[in-house]
């Protein structure tokens, strides 16, 4: 707890008016001495939280950059899609859920639960897998295909239910019909009896960077029902993904 707490302080020494500082410089800040910064700092250099300069200080690094974007992106696409996420609720009374990407797993940020007595409860925060549901493999289908690929390769695909595909050409097969109708349909992948939809919502970057999702019972979600959602959920992602720059 120490190391952490030291290492915390160490970070909270960077601000947009001091983006660039020297071991000396925050050992005096953080009222160490300059080789117990120093060693801090270059453990913390080592995974990528810090980077250093030519000039030998340091600056944050990609590590939390990345964690910047996550964190803005995740601000930014629940604030544009809740009109959305509302909408779909309104229209189809069935549960609706916003997810992000975070690492190799997704995470609900945002939900509306269904009226019905009957109805799929998704917990805000919760991280799942994206092998199995609508949600998951929209994500899966639409992230550059060498970042699907190391994902899958770094995956376990292990059945959570008899409908989870495990078989990774069956996997890509579903993939690839994912990325022609452009959304994705489960059936059961993750919970047994559940169904879903999902559509992906692009960035200005034209990177996914998040999934909307319609799901319930299966025994409400017929071929008829999903025919019914499905130009109903991409049609709504896709506002969503025009309103955070997304151009096609």
Known sequence: MQTFERAVAVLNCFTLEEPKLGVREISRKVGLSASTTGRIMSGLKDMGVLSQNADRTYSLGAAVMAWAGVYTATLDVRKTAMPAVDQLHRDTQE??????????????????ESPHTVRLVTRIGRRL??????AGKVFLAFLP????????????LKPFTSSTIIDRSLLDAELEVVRRQGYAVSTGEWQKEAS??????????REVIAALSISGPSQRFTDSTIREYAPVVTGAAQDVSWNMGYRA
């Not at 859920?97 to 945002?110: K, N």
């Not at 897998?129 to 609508?134: D, R, V």
């Not at 879903?196 to 919502?201: D, E, K, Q, R």
């Open 145 to 156: 295909e060498t970042r699907s690929k190391e994902i899958l390769d770094n995956s376990e």
């Open 95 to 112: 549960t609706i859920s916003l997810y992000i990407l975070q690492g190799d797993e997704r995470v609900c940020v945002e939900r509306r």
């Open 129 to 134: 897998p994206l092998y199995a549901g609508s």
């Open 196 to 205: 879903g939809i999902a559509a992906p919502i692009f960035g200005p970057s």
